[in-house]
């Protein structure tokens, strides 16, 4: 397998073309970050390091906001679902409110240990808030 196999399963659109609503920039975000497990990455020959994936001979894939639908969606960590929804922006800012207690970092783990279950926990979290929340609001 390759970035290739990797990117037709886990990244089949770019993070532009999956912005039509909050929830499908979300599921976008989702399926990426279930790709990026050590286990999946090493099937796939893949490697990260500071936040990107690594194919030798493929080059560099950033996981970063130009990779993230929610971020080409939304534009500004203000309005993002995951801070409205989850009350931390990804990298843990309290945005919204910076005197406040900063939350949890969620993407840091990804860069520095190439951890991405934090991430991974923070979107299902915030996928189960903004579904409750349009079902009450319905």
Not at 4 to 28: C, I, M, N, Q
Request: hydrophobic share 35%; net charge neutral.
């Amino acid at each position: 397998m390759s970035f290739k196999t990797w990117k037709a399963k886990y990244y089949p659109v770019p993070s532009s073309e999956a912005t039509g609503s909050d929830l499908e920039a979300l599921d976008h975000a989702i399926l990426k970050w279930s790709g990026l497990t050590p286990k999946i990455l090493a099937e796939h020959g893949l490697s990260t390091e500071n936040g990107a994936l690594f194919c030798h001979s493929q080059g560099v894939f950033e996981i970063e906001t130009s990779t993230c639908a929610l971020c080409e969606r939304r534009n500004d960590c203000h309005t993002c679902p995951i801070l409205l929804v989850a009350g931390c922006s990804c990298s843990g800012s309290n945005i919204a409110e910076p005197h406040k207690k900063r939350g949890d970092d969620v993407f840091g783990p990804f860069c520095d240990q190439g951890n991405p279950v934090p991430m991974q926990k923070h979107l299902a979290k915030t996928r189960e808030l903004l579904i409750a929340n349009a079902k009450a609001t319905a």
